[in-house]
C-alpha cells in the first residue's frame, strides 16, 4: 500500500482539529484515496502540552526546518499563521519539492502568486480550502465547482467573531464592547480582536477570494477596510426597523478592468440569504454569470471544521500522488506567464446607497441644514426620521437612508456638516448593500 | 494545442444552455483546461429548430449512436433523460472508451452502479454534477469538498418546481391548482407535473445523493415518496402561525447500518436556513460529522445554470484527459469490488413529530375521541387549536401538533378514526423536521 506522508507546523486549535481527524478517519481516507496517510512529524513551539491525541514516538519536534526539509514528507501542512517564517518554510518545503496545504490567509493575500509561481516552477500542489470559510468548501467551488463561468462578484459574511458579536448585539441589544468581553470570555474573540472585529481579517479573505473568481493579481492593500467597533444598538434597532440588517460584508465585484473590492458593516435586507446567517457561521453568496447566484454556509473556523477542510486539501493532493499528477486545476491560467493584473476601483469612486446618523442639537433648521449640505454634494435623500430627544444629553439622533451617491461626494457632505456646531459628535455611515453591486 | 471532442446527446433547454456556453466561453475553458474544448456533434430528434447557436456544418445529427460510436470523441454528454435509450447509448460510450457526462437523475438512481461499474471496466470518467441541484456544486462537494468526513446526513429541497408552487401558494394563499396552472403556463412546470409535484424526481436526486454521502447503493423502490398536491393554503397558514413553512423536503440521514430516506411535504422551523429558500431554487443542507452544519443554495434548474454544471463537469474530465488521469476521484471506495448494501429503514419505523389536520361535525366529544385514539396508539399530543366552524360545510377544522411518534403508530390511529361518523373526509398528516433526524 502507498503511504503518503505529512509533515504538520502548528500543533494549535486547527492542527490538532487535522491530527485528529487523520487518526480516526484513516480507513475511511485510505479508501478515498488508494493511500495511507502518516502523520509523520509535528513542529510546534511547545510540544509538551496534550492536546488528546495519541502520537508515535519522535513526531513531535520543535524545529519546522525538520518537517520542510525532510525528504521522507511528501505534504507539508502549515498552520502557523501570519507572514514569517510561514513564507519562507512554504518557499522552502516547495523548493523541496513537497506539495503545500495552508490556511494561511494573510500570507496568501499578501504572498499568494509568489507561492503559486514556486510551486508551478516545481511541480507541485498548494491547496488551501481552509484559508477562507472554515470547512465551507469554496475554495474548490470556485476552482472547480465554477470551473465553466464566469464570476459576476460575491459578498461574504467571513469571519465567525464579527458575526458572532453582530448576532448577539442584534439579538439582545447589547453594546458591541460588552458582547466582545463575553465572546473574549467564551473562546469567540481573541485577547487582541484587532484582525477580527477591523475587518482585516475579511479582507485578507476576499483578497484571496477575488484572485480565483477574477484570476489575477490585485493590491490587498488597495481594499477598503472597515470594522464593525463604532456598529452601536441604536444603529441596529434602526436597520432592523427599516427591514435591513447589519452584517460585516466582504464586497466584491468585477466591473471590466477595474474590481470593486471593499470591507465594511452593511446593511443588508432582512430577506436576503446572507441576512439569516447568525452566530459564528460564514456564507458566501456568489453570482457567477450562467450560474446565477448561489450561496455557500457553514462554520467559518473552529477545530473540527476547519480541519477537516485541511484534511480535505491533502486528500486532493493524495488523490494526485496516487494518479502521479500535479497542478490538475491550475492557479495561473494555461498560456499565461504572470498574473493578470487587477485593479481595484478607488473607494472614493464607489457608489452605493447610505446610512447616516447624525447626533445634532434639536433647533430649528437641523434638518434644513444636513438636507441642503448633502444636495449640494449631489447626495439625494430617500428618508428621514428624527427621533426624540434624548434625556441624556442635549443632542437628537437623525437618522437617513440616501439613493445611490458617490462615496467622494458622501465623504465631503459629511465633513462640511461636523464643522457647523449644530451636529454632536461624528456622523454614523453605513453602507447599504442590496445584493452584489452591478458591473458598471 | 490538444483539442477535445464533445458529442451531445440532446438538444433541448439544457443541450443548448451547454452550446452556449462551449461556444462563448471557449478562450476561459482554454485557460481552465489547457484543450481546446469542440462540441463535434450534436444529436436530437429535431435537428431543424433553431436554438439561436452557431453551428458548424455536419454537427447535427439524428443519430445518437453516431455519437457513441464515433472514434473522434472523447466525451459523451447525455442529456435526453430517463432510462432508455440513455442507458443503453451511455453504456455504449463507455464501453467505447469514453468519458460520460450526464445529468439523467433517474437512470443514475436506479442503475448509477451499473454505469459507475462499467467505467470503471474501461477507465474513464463519469461525472454528473447537473443532476442535483442544477448550478450547485453539490455532487463535487460530496466527493471532494467532503472527502475527510463523514456525512450524518441532509436535508434537500431539489425540485424546483415544487418550491415554486409552495413559495407561491405561501406568498399569495393560493391553491395547488391554481398555482400548478399558472407555472405551467410560465415553464416552471411541465404539462404532465408528476414527477415535479409528486416527489419522485427528488427521490431520484436523494438517492444519487445518498449513494455519495453513505458510499454505497440503496433500494430506490424503498425511499418513502410523497408529493404536495394534497397541501392546502390553510395547511401552510396553519403552519405559519405555528412558525413553520411547509416545503418538499428529501430527508436522509445515517442510522448505524440503516438510512432513514424519504421525501415528503415537511413542516419546517421557519428560521432554518431551508425555509428562507424560495422560487424555483434549491438548496441542500448537509451535516457532517467533523464540518458541522453547511448549506449550499442555488438554481436547481434552466438552461445556464443546468447548462453550467454541465461545462463543469466537462472541464473536471477535461483536466485528467490534459494530465492523463481518469477515476482520480473513486465512485468505488479503494480496496473493495462492489458498493456497500445500503438498507433504508422501512417508513413505518421512522420517528417523527406531527402536523394534523382533522376535518370533523362540530359536536361534543370530538376532540376527545380523537385524542383518545391518538393516546392508545402512543401518540401524544402537543398542541390543539380547534378552528371555527366553517360556513359553507358542516366540518370544523382541528389543528393539531404531535410529540416525537412512530409513523406505524400513526397510521393506524388514523385508521381507526377514519371509522368513525365524526370525521368528514381525509386527515391531513404532515410530518415535522426540524432538522436533519439524529442517527439512532
Redesign the interface.
Known sequence: MKTISVGLIGFGTVGT?VAK?LEK?AG???????AHIELKKIADLDIKRSRGVRLKKGVLTTSADEIVNNPEIDIVVELIGGIEPARRLILKALENGKHVVTANKALLSAHGWEIFSAARLTGVDVAF?ASVGG???II??MQ???????ISGFLGILNGTSNYILSRMTDEGADFKAVLKDAQAQGYAEADPTFDVEGIDTAHKLNVLLSLAF?GKADPKKIYTEGISSITPLDIDFARQLGYKIKLLAICSGHGSEIDARVHPSLIPEKH?LA?VGGAFNAIFVQ????????????GA?M??T???V??D???IA??IV???SD???LL????KAPKAIRIKPMSDVQTRYYLRFSAVDKPGVLSSISGALGRNHISIHSVVQKGRDTSNTAVSIFMLTHEAKESDLQKAIRQLEKLSMLKGKTMVIRIVEDIPAAG
Do not use: W
Open positions: 482539529g481527524i478517519n475511511l481516507l485510505y479508501q478515498r484515496t488508494g480550502e470547512g465551507i468548501p474548490r467551488t472547480e465547482g465554477f470551473a465553466s463561468d464566469r484570476g440569504m439569516q457567477g454569470q450562467d450560474v446565477g447566484p448561489t450561496m455557500f454556509y457553514g462554520r473552529g473540527m471544521p480541519g477537516s477542510a484534511v480535505a491533502i486528500v486532493s488523490r494526485n494518479k502521479g499528477v490538475r486545476v491550475p491560467p494555461y498560456g499565461s
